[in-house]
C-alpha cells in the first residue's frame, strides 16, 4: 500500500503560480513512475505529468513550458511548479504513484481566476 498526500493548491490569479507538492509513505520501495493528473467539472480525469524514478519526465502539451515536474526520492516526494496559470487550468489536481498498481491522492483544488 502506498498512500499520497498532496498540499500547495489554492487561489491564484491568471499569469500566477503555484508549486503542488506530494508526499508519499507506505511501501515506498515499490513506486516507479510518480506524477499529477488533474480533473475540471464535466471532464474526465486527464494526465499533467509524470516522472519515472530516472528522471524521465512527460507532459501534457497543454502544460509544456509552463509546469514543471520535479521529484526528490530521499524525500519520497513529487512537486508540480506551474506557472504563467490560466483560468483553464482550473481543476481539482491528484498526485498519482505507480507502485504495481495505481495509487491517488484525495487532491487539491487548484482555481485561476481571469
Known amino acids: 500500500q502506498v498512500q499520497l498526500v498532496e498540499s500547495g493548491g489554492g487561489l491564484v490569479q491568471a499569469g500566477g503560480s503555484l508549486r503542488l507538492s506530494c508526499a508519499a509513505s507506505g511501501s515506498i520501495f515499490r513506486i516507479n513512475a510518480m506524477g499529477w493528473y488533474r480533473q475540471a467539472p464535466g471532464k474526465q480525469r486527464e494526465l499533467v505529468a509524470i516522472?519515472?524514478?530516472?528522471?524521465?519526465?512527460t507532459y501534457a502539451d497543454s502544460v509544456k513550458g509552463r509546469f514543471t515536474i520535479s521529484r526528490d526520492n530521499a524525500k519520497n516526494a513529487v512537486y508540480l511548479q506551474m506557472n504563467s496559470l490560466k483560468p483553464e487550468d482550473t481543476a481539482v489536481y491528484y498526485c498519482?504513484?505507480?507502485?504495481?498498481?495505481?495509487?491517488w491522492g484525495q487532491g487539491t483544488q487548484v482555481t485561476v481566476s481571469s
Open positions: 498519482y504513484a505507480f507502485a504495481n498498481f495505481a495509487y
Open positions: 516522472i519515472t524514478s530516472s528522471g524521465t519526465t
